[in-house]
């Protein structure tokens, strides 16, 4: 008789069990007319620092630093939303915190502020501040006419957009032409408005013309004449089998101008008409690595010869500063953001390797990026772990190599150097 | 002899009575399975060998035979990635990107055993043709060959129920015939007029001791718009629920 209940209170707790195994509440699929959530996120570093290197000695040439330099950035990225229907109000700022033993900041960020109707699913429009982020390739957008420059070594972060008025007409058709869309905009500039996409108080306008074509993404693309040049570009994407993408841009940017330091250390203008391309791949391997490979040509970056008087110009503003305590030169240099920015020259071969969770650990990730000038051979390396198993918390540790020589880019970056550690907590 | 010509004429009528129309059937599993056009709400559960979990939860719509979209609900990480699928064609949505990228329907966009294909997954009739039926127990053995190159699986065994005509098991393999998963279609259940299987589970030997489940919830007929299953639309799907 024992046995018979043991039998049954384990019968009991095993059907129990099976029972409440899965369950799905409907009651938390209702959807609330409102949103808030975002991330908050710290990221401890450590920075070899490369003393000798030209980048350094602008930013830190009146500061003494040691060889290691940490740091420790930490950002609150918020989303609110309203949605009522057919309109809908969307608002992300961006807190951001750099502490470092050189500089502590503090700054606040409005990435997005807009407002949008959508009266029906084939239109809608959109007042605000908006990044567009246009463009197929994944490190870098040629074709990006209205966006902020992206940094290729984090090219999925968010980024702060633009004002402007937007709208979106789709139409799909049952034929090899599957979609068409077109998206106007107008972006007005002036002192207090958008005061960083140019000068010359103009209301810019520009649009782009989207087809899906013989299972072909194809975007037309046009910046017009105002706070800065015209600007015409094409962009394509396309799987070419289940496991591998093609995609490329194409831009043409006419009296296309970059400062550049002569060799008396003056400030002149160089410039003319530019084309930029990007080629690129994506490629799933049977061991499920994701490769992505893209070639950039950036038709506006210095040549090997206007780096070479740059840094020479540095070298000499170095010397000025050792030799009579006199900054102006390196102070003049260091304000010059351009010779610094990303992909600055003209050739870069973009690679990341990943590997979605090898060993059947779930959920980790470990990837390879390398970004290479082609030009003068110097490159960056970086290895990274990625774990996002807990939910809502995200980990990822990457470190960076910068390799290159004297008078090449990677070899002038302020570090030789980085390791990073990212805690990302969803909420 | 009179009996022997009644004999034959009646086998003559009677054998196209009893052969099955293999792609007429799997029409009618799909149909079964999911109306045309439908919206639905999916809690996917992936489970490790230690017992751990991670949940998310997507909305998903569905409409003709090669139209399906997915928004992610939660967790708070994943939430407002969207998936489209038109077709052969991919794309995934994540709002920090801030633009749909093109992606394979051999990845995963979750982890686990499910990948983009079993999430978005279009009417077996559009990707497969029945090469064989078999008929095993109370079951249907449809031998399924991939259309084209670009589907997910080569081949596919699916068991399905001879009554209902829902699937019971289907089996997902390479062109080589080896086994990439196997997927279980358990408790069935009526969401207003549409009976079919609640819980969907899968399991795969290249992934020894893990399991992904996916509960439905909320499965209703709708129709939708074509621009809902564009680039333009796929950032929009929250706004239809």
Redesign the interface.
């Known amino acids: 008789m024992p046995r018979l209940a043991l039998i049954c209170v384990l019968l009991f707790v095993a059907v129990s069990a099976s029972a409440e195994e899965?369950?799905?509440d409907?009651a938390?699929?209702d959807?609330k007319w409102y949103h808030l959530?975002g991330?908050a996120e710290a990221r401890p570093a450590l920075n070899l620092l490369d003393k000798d290197a030209a980048q350094t000695r602008l930013r830190y040439y009146d500061k003494n630093t040691d060889d290691v330099l940490p740091d420790f950035n930490g950002k609150l990225l918020l989303?609110w939303s309203l949605?009522k229907e057919?309109a809908?109000l969307f608002v992300q700022p961006s807190l951001d915190y750099t502490n470092s033993r050189l500089n502590k900041d503090l700054k606040l960020s409005w990435y997005e502020v807009w407002f949008q109707v959508?009266p029906d699913?084939?239109f809608?429009a959109l007042l605000g501040k908006k990044?567009?982020?246009?463009?197929?390739g994944?490190a870098w957008n040629p074709v990006a006419f209205f966006d902020r420059l992206k940094n290729p070594d984090e090219?999925?972060?968010?980024?702060e957009g633009f004002w402007l008025a937007t709208a979106?007409y789709?139409?799909?058709f049952?034929s090899p032409l599957?979609?068409i869309?077109v998206?106007p905009l107008i972006l007005p500039q002036n002192h207090s408005l958008n005061d960083d996409f140019g000068s010359g108080d103009r209301i810019n306008w520009g649009g782009k013309l989207?087809l899906?074509l013989y299972?072909t993404?194809i975007d037309l693309l046009v910046r017009g004449k105002g706070s800065r040049d015209a600007a015409y570009g094409l962009d394509f994407?396309?799987?070419l089998?289940?496991?591998?993408?093609l995609?490329g841009e194409l831009a043409w940017e006419l009296n296309a101008e970059r400062p550049v330091i002569n060799s008396a250390g003056q400030q002149t203008v160089a410039g003319g008409d530019a084309v930029s391309w990007l080629l690129g791949l994506?490629y799933?391997t049977e061991q499920d690595a994701?490769w992505i490979l893209e070639y950039y040509r950036n038709g506006n970056g210095y040549t090997r010869q206007e780096m070479d008087v740059y840094y020479q110009n540095v070298d000499q503003a170095w010397a000025t500063w050792q030799q009579t305590g006199t900054s102006s030169q390196l102070q003049r240099l260091g304000q010059n953001q351009s010779y610094s920015r990303p992909a600055t020259m003209q050739d870069y071969l973009y690679l990341r390797i990943s590997q979605?969770?090898p060993w059947?650990i779930?959920?980790f990730t470990p990837a390879l990026t390398s970004i290479t000038n082609l030009r003068d051979g110097s490159f960056s390396a970086s290895p990274e772990l990625a774990y996002?198993?807990i939910?809502?918390?995200?980990l990822r540790l990457k470190g960076t190599a910068l390799v290159g020589s004297r008078r090449s880019e990677y070899g002038e970056k302020p570090n030789d150097a980085r390791i990073e550690l990212r805690v990302r907590w969803?909420? | 002899m009179q009996l022997i010509i009644s004999f034959i004429i009646l086998m003559l009528c009677a054998v196209p009575a009893f052969a099955i129309d293999g792609q007429q059937l799997l029409k009618q599993i799909d149909r079964n399975l999911n109306p045309e056009s439908f919206e639905s709400y999916r809690k996917l559960i992936n489970i490790e060998p230690d017992g751990t979990r991670k949940e998310f939860t997507l909305y998903s719509v569905k409409k003709g035979t090669d139209k399906v979209a997915s928004l992610f609900l939660a967790p708070a990480s994943d939430k407002g990635r969207t998936t489209l699928r038109l077709g052969d064609n991919m794309w995934l949505y994540i709002p920090n990107v801030g633009k749909p990228v093109r992606i394979t329907s051999l990845q995963s966009v979750v982890g686990g055993v499910f990948n983009n294909a079993d999430i978005l997954q279009l009417d077996y009739d559009a990707e497969y043709t029945v090469e064989k039926v078999e008929e095993k127990g109370n079951d249907y053995l449809l031998h399924l060959k991939a259309k084209t190159k670009s589907v997910a699986y080569d081949r596919i065994r699916l068991w399905a129920d001879r009554g209902k005509k829902l699937p019971n098991k289907i089996e997902c393999l390479t062109e080589a015939g080896m086994l990439i998963k196997t997927i279980y279609f358990k408790d069935i259940k009526d969401f207003g007029g549409i009976v079919r299987p609640a819980t969907v589970e899968t399991d795969s030997p290249l992934y020894k001791g893990y399991r992904s489940v996916m509960l439905y919830a909320k499965l209703k007929k709708r129709t939708f718009k074509d621009e809902v299953f564009t680039l333009n639309g796929m950032v929009m799907l929250d706004s239809l629920r």
């Open positions: 899965f369950s799905f409907e938390e699929l959807k959530g991330y989303e949605e057919w809908k959508k699913d084939s809608k990044s567009l982020r246009w463009g197929k994944y090219p999925e972060l968010s980024l979106d789709v139409r799909s049952d599957k979609t869309a998206t989207y899906l299972d993404d994407s396309r799987n089998t289940t496991n591998f993408e995609h994506r799933l994701t979605k969770e059947d779930l959920y996002t198993g939910t809502n918390l995200e969803y909420f």
